[in-house]
């Protein structure tokens, strides 16, 4: 390897809209970002589930006549 040439590899913290911080190893001197496993809700086991009843009775009603055929 050519000496030199590489950015150096630094221990950063990592900073959430959350919060929360975590450090990690990065060439970069300072990291934001919007979404950690501290408040994911994949993580958590907090999703919110969207309402989809509304459009399935929807479609339903506009092509169920359809579907039956």
Do not use: W
């Amino acid at each position: 390897m050519k000496k030199d040439i590489h950015p150096e590899y630094q221990i950063i913290k990592a900073t959430c809209a959350c919060g929360n911080e975590v450090e990690i190893g990065s060439v970069n001197t300072e990291m934001n970002v919007e979404i950690c496993s501290a408040c994911h809700p994949f993580f958590t086991g907090k999703q919110k589930l969207v309402d989809s009843a509304g459009r399935v009775e929807k479609f339903l009603k506009k092509y169920g006549r359809t579907l039956e055929k």
